[in-house]
């Protein structure tokens, strides 16, 4: 089993960024593939963007602008999500997700684990 812990939220006006992380410990963080999710105050979950296990295969989200670029270390266990100029709208609670498979998936069902969340608030 795999234990990830997200940080990087915070704060920040529109048209800003932040750099969040999660740091991956346990089992293998290479045999996982990791994703972003995200969710807003009265909104389902939303899916964010995804890396495969050895990063090479990535994918945002159909309503993801390119302001949001995921990467992962896995000498380092960690996997990121840089998100720029961001918007009012992109406020939520971020979570990130493995799955013990090649690569990810944009259903939040198909991740076993989550950590448990990192706030990002952007105001206008």
């Known amino acids: 089993q795999v234990q990830l812990v997200e940080s990087g939220g915070g704060l920040v006006q529109a048209g800003g960024s932040l750099r969040l992380s999660c740091a991956a410990s346990?089992?293998?963080?290479?045999?996982?593939?990791m994703g972003w999710l995200r969710q807003a105050p009265g909104k389902d979950r939303e899916f964010v963007a995804t890396?495969?296990?050895?990063?090479?295969?990535?994918y945002r989200g159909d309503s993801i602008e390119v302001r949001f670029t995921i990467s992962r270390d896995n000498a380092k266990n960690t996997v990121y999500l840089q998100m720029n100029s961001l918007k009012p709208e992109d406020t939520a609670v971020y979570y990130c997700?493995?799955?013990?498979?090649?690569?990810?998936?944009?259903?939040?069902?198909?991740?076993?684990?989550w950590g448990q969340g990192t706030q990002v608030t952007v105001s206008s």
């Open positions: 997700a493995a799955a013990l498979t090649s690569a990810g998936s944009r259903d939040p069902n198909r991740y076993p684990y």
């Open positions: 346990g089992r293998t963080f290479s045999g996982y593939a």
């Open positions: 890396t495969s296990r050895t990063g090479t295969s990535n």
